[in-house]
Every structure is written in structure tokens, then in C-alpha cells.
């Protein structure tokens, strides 16, 4: 079999702002690959079907002599593909290939317990085929749910479990308590809000248009706000005071909920993409962490306490939740990968609606 | 026996920065009453001995429209005298004593358990005698340890239950930690300082004038420095990473301790007194908190949770590790109410060294 085309998106520039299609990445169709020769080394070929698009993607895209504001993990593609062992915190590699959590069918392998169909998922390149040199960091996707490949780098992939995760440890929610979700529209935010809606809680949520607004509502938000034209602070005001604060989006919104906050509050730190792209919004009031025994925990996904006590419960629960249609999702598929370097810049201006991925192959 | 001097010190005026003395409060040594006959209504009179100051004072000193950045509590005096179930949060009422911890001592008692010559301890009045109605939120001090009626408003009382408290149950310091102590030279500072020292692990400490710099070391500080001619930042970035923040100041401090946090920091914020008299620092880097999976926990020292947890054990503990001199400790005594208003001022500017407590009455 002659050598196909391996496409792949490439980190080409340091963003000043935004990260800019053509620019800050660049589509490179010229590779190619042999699927039926290319030497496996012990490993296994993976076909990539979908890759993830998620905010903290931004945190890679610096200066290497920058110390990451973003994610850290134990893989990493790029220069030193051959280990799998490198800290995702370092900067993306100017001209090679973004990586992102992705689920890819095996070719061909060399690998015991790895064989031909099997679907695996962990951290792939933005790139057409891989060969990966064994399992560590990697599952196995049985799929005895069969809900779609994206899901798994979605609602049943890292934003699902961050926030079962971080949901299930951290917000010690009880009866009668008010919750506030930032940035409810996206991935990590909706099922938040369905989690805190099944317990029987008041769910405040923040989303950036009207179209997001709606979705929200549909999951259960008892109050939904576009906080593009409503104040966070005069909607907490009315509707605080909040016992649970689920911050994606830090800056701003995080000031008003420490103002609303209510004695002994959890707020859960997973993100603040107001500050990813531009200058941080200073936070004045964090004089009421003190005052009102606020506790804040920030984490990531893959800390190895959480993975140990809820990764399996999480795959063992969620997928057949989706199925049954339980929890519901929606997506924002982009097809290809010369398409992806415009959903990397939706997913931080807000443009997408529901979790953005990009789909490199069909199955 | 005639009525005698009741002298006291007034809230007169909300401060625009710093409190001043003989304008913010004024010494007033017109009142009097008669010990001997003053109607007690079933409780109890109290000449005062000691009154405590602390930063949090200056949040009490505003106008009572404005919510409380400080701290709330049980007990108030003040024109609602009578009730002592009032929360501490509300602000200090203009024309009526200012009040805080403190020790006195009972000179008449129509209450049963309470008995001429016993030490009582709780929230007093900025006043020389005071009929208190029952001991709902008082303690009676029986001092087994004879140690001075001061240190049971400094480290043997709120002070050392905030340190103790906090340091017990948010800590979570284990052998080779790093812990950094901002305000080192303050009461609840220095005993922080004492307990990381006794757990072996490395303290880092700032304080504000080599004086104090100086007495920190004396306790054991592995690296001590004065804030205001060495920069936070460079000392942790050559001795950090910190595992351990305990944060007296916020602001600028803060912001230091996020850039220099490990992974999975705890930092308990147990003050921000950076921001209590003018303008507020705004820390720009709180994506650490996700980042680095930093827990924050804000706290009272009159937290339910942790005084059943841990009021019993510190009077048991720690009176006699104070006067057997394991802990060290430094008081900053004034003489005299008439002089009060000027200890409040010299905690707000940091002017005191050791725990600042005006010595109303002898015993």
C-alpha cells in the first residue's frame, strides 16, 4: 500500500490575543504516512477519529520560558515524541503538531492486549495517524454503552470528569443549598448544572448569548442569565445568597460571588478563561474569603487522589447515563483538521455552543 | 462608697484611612458608677483588666450601611447592650464604647457559678467596670498555669485559638514541607511560626522592621526578612517552592505566595490587613489557584466546627507550654484607655512589636 497523506495542525506562533487560524496554527496536508510499513517499534497505529478542543488550550500556546498557567499531565507529543512521560505543562512546539485528550481506532499492533479495531483513548497530536508506543496513560474504550467516540473526549471524557470529580470531592452540597455555575453553557459547566439539579439544588448559571441561555434552562437552571447583558452581581444579589460557586471563568464573576457568597461557601477553581486571552480583571474583594470562611479548592482533572477514587465509578456511571439520554449534551463537531484552528479560537471567544471537537476520521 | 470613675473609649467617627486617635475614638473619663451599688439584674460586675487589639478592629470602624469585611461573633455591646446575642459583625456604634476580648475581674455577682475574685474571659467593653448579665460566650479563666491575665487575650486566647485552630485542621503540613508565614512578628504569626518549628519543617517568615525580623528568628524562622526593604517574591523564589501559606496580609504578599506555591498548597487565609486602611492590592494571578491545585480556606476563630473541635484542648495545651517558655511570645502592653486609641492606630500601621493588649485596671 503506497504512503496517505498524514495531515495535522501545527503550532506555527505565540498568540498575542487571540489564538488566529493560518497564524498561531497552521493546517500542513504534506505529510504522509505508510498505515501498512510504518514501523511500530513495539507499539501500535492508532487512525485518530476525534480530538478535543478545550479552553486550556491557550495555556500551551506561549513562550516555552514561560511558566505554564495551564495543565499539567504525563504526556506530550512533539519533539520528544518518543517518551510519553513528559509534563503536559510544557508550551505546545513551534512546528509540531497540538495534542489534546482524543480517542483513535488501532490499525495495526505489536502490543499485547492492544489488537486491531480496539478504540483508545488519551492524549493524541492533531494529526491524522499516530503510532503510540504502548498504554501507559491510555484506556481502552470498551463502549458498552455505544454512545459516540466524541462523547468520550467530551461529557464522558475529560470535562465530564472534571466535573464529577471535582463536583462529587469538593462541593459538599446539601439540602436547600443555592449553587452558581460560570460559564454553564460549556462542556465542564452543563453537566455541573445536571449533577446539582439530580440533588435537588438551586442552580444559577451565567452563559454568554441567549442561544446559550436557552440550552441552559433546558438542563434545569432554575435562574439563567447572558451575563453579556445582565450584571452577575445584581442576579446574585437577588437570587444569593450562594453556597457552592463552580468558577470557569474567574475575574469579574469570581468577585461577584465572593460579594454574594454565604458564610462558609465552596467555590470549586476549574478555570478562568476571562483571563486567558488578554489582561486578568483584578479581584478586590478576596477580603471575603476571610470574612465569610470561603473555601477554595482548585484542581485538575488527572490529580492522582481523584483519578484513584472516581475514574472508574466515572466510566462505570456516566457513559450509560448519556446513552439513556439522563444527562443530556450537546456538541459542536467540527469535521476535519483543517477546520480545527477556528474551533480552537471559538471555544475562547464563546462562539461554540455545547462541547467543541474536532472530528479527524471517520471509523 | 461614692460613684467612682467609669472611664471609657468611644467610637467617634468612621476613619477615612487609619483610625486616629482622639478623632476615630475618644477617651472619655466623665462617667462614673457605683460598684457597690450598681443594680446587677441577676448577673454579674466586672472591673476590666484587660481589652485586646487587633487588625480586625479597623473593619468595625465603618459605616454600619456598609456589609462587614471582618468578623462576626456572638456578642455585642453597644447601645443593644442588653442583648449579648447580637452578631460582632455589625460595625461599632458612634458614641458607645468600642469593645473586644478581654479579661476582667468580678467584684459582685447575683449569678450562680460566678463569684467574686473569679477571671472572666470574653468579648468586654473599651471601659473600666461593666455588669454583665449571664456567661453565655464567657469563660471562666481558672489560670493553672499562673500565667499573666494579658496572654489570655494574646496566646492563650484569640490570637493563639486562630493559630491553633487553623494551623490543627488546615495545615495539613507533612515532614519536608515549606511553609511561609507572612506578618510573622504578630501573635498569631509568631505562634504559627512556633508550630511549624516544632514540626520540623522549614519556615520562611516576613515581617515589617528588622527589629521584628530579629525576634522572628528568636523563634526559630528558618528565613526571616523585612518586607519593606527585600521583596517577597525573590526570597520564595530562592527559598520556595511553599507547601504551606499562612496568610496574615493578602495583597502583594499573596500574589508572591500563588507565583511560588508547589502543587497542592494549602494557604490559610487567616487576615488581609494589606488591605484594611486604604486601597486594596488586586492579586492578578488566581489562575494559580487552578493551576497548581491550591485549597484556600478562610476562617473565624470562633468557627463552631472548630471550637467544639479544638477550644477544650488549646486551654488544656497551651497556657502551660506558655509558662513553662517552650513558647515564646512578646507583648506589646499600654497603659491606660486614655492611651487605647493610639494602640489601636500602631496595630493598623504595624508600629507594635508583640501582641498588642491595653492593661485597663491592675488586678
Not at 2 to 28: C, H, M, S
Not at 212 to 225: C, N
Not at 288 to 298: A, D, E, F, M
Request: hydrophobic share 35%.
Amino acid at each position: 500500500m503506497p504512503a496517505v497523506p498524514n495531515a495535522r495542525l501545527v503550532f506555527n506562533e505565540v498568540p498575542q490575543g487571540y489564538p488566529e487560524p493560518g497564524k498561531t496554527t497552521v493546517y500542513d496536508a504534506s505529510p504522509t504516512i505508510d498505515p501498512e510499513n510504518v514501523p511500530l517499534n513495539g507499539g501500535y497505529l492508532l487512525k485518530v477519529l476525534v480530538v478535543s478542543v478545550d479552553p486550556y488550550l491557550r495555556g500551551k500556546m506561549r513562550d516555552p520560558k514561560i511558566k505554564s498557567y495551564s495543565v499539567s499531565s504525563r504526556f506530550d507529543f512533539g519533539s520528544r515524541g518518543a517518551s510519553n512521560l513528559i509534563s503536559l505543562k510544557p508550551a505546545f512546539v513551534i512546528g509540531e503538531p497540538l495534542y489534546n485528550y482524543g480517542v483513535g481506532v488501532v490499525l495495526r499492533s505489536e502490543l499485547d492486549g492492544v489488537k486491531t479495531g480496539d478504540h483508545i483513548y488519551g492524549i493524541l497530536p492533531f494529526e491524522q495517524y499516530k503510532v503510540i508506543p504502548n498504554l501507559q496513560g491510555y484506556r481502552i474504550l470498551k463502549n458498552e454503552a455505544k454512545i459516540p467516540w466524541s462523547l468520550y473526549v467530551g461529557l464522558a471524557g475529560m470535562p465530564g470528569k472534571t466535573s464529577y470529580y471535582g463536583w462529587n470531592e469538593y462541593s459538599l452540597a446539601k439540602k436547600g443549598d443555592t449553587v452558581f455555575v460560570s460559564g454553564g453553557a460549556g462542556p465542564v459547566g452543563s453537566i455541573v448544572i445536571q449533577f446539582a439539579k439530580a440533588e435537588g439544588l438551586k442552580v444559577i448559571t451565567s452563559a454568554g448569548s441567549d442561544q446559550k441561555v436557552e440550552f441552559v434552562k433546558s438542563l434545569g437552571a432554575d435562574v439563567a442569565f447572558n451575563y453579556k447583558t445582565t450584571k452577575t452581581s445584581e442576579v446574585l444579589q437577588k437570587e444569593g445568597p450562594i453556597d457552592v460557586y463552580w468558577d470557569n471563568v474567574g475575574g469579574e464573576t469570581l468577585e461577584a460571588a465572593l460579594e454574594h457568597a454565604s458564610d462558609g461557601a465552596r467555590f470549586i477553581e476549574c478555570g478562568m478563561i476571562s483571563g486567558y486571552n488578554g489582561t486578568v480583571y483584578p479581584v478586590k474583594n478576596l477580603i471575603q474569603i476571610v470574612s465569610r470562611q470561603i473555601k477554595l479548592t482548585g484542581f485538575l482533572s488527572f490529580n492522582p487522589y481523584l483519578v484513584g477514587k472516581y475514574e472508574e465509578p466515572f466510566y462505570e456511571e456516566i457513559p450509560k447515563r448519556l446513552a439513556s439520554g439522563e444527562i443530556k449534551y450537546t456538541e459542536d463537531l467540527t469535521h476535519g483538521l483543517e477546520n480545527a484552528g477556528k474551533a480552537i479560537l471559538d471555544v475562547q471567544t464563546g462562539k461554540n455552543v455545547g462541547k467543541s471537537v474536532v472530528i479527524v476520521s471517520q471509523d
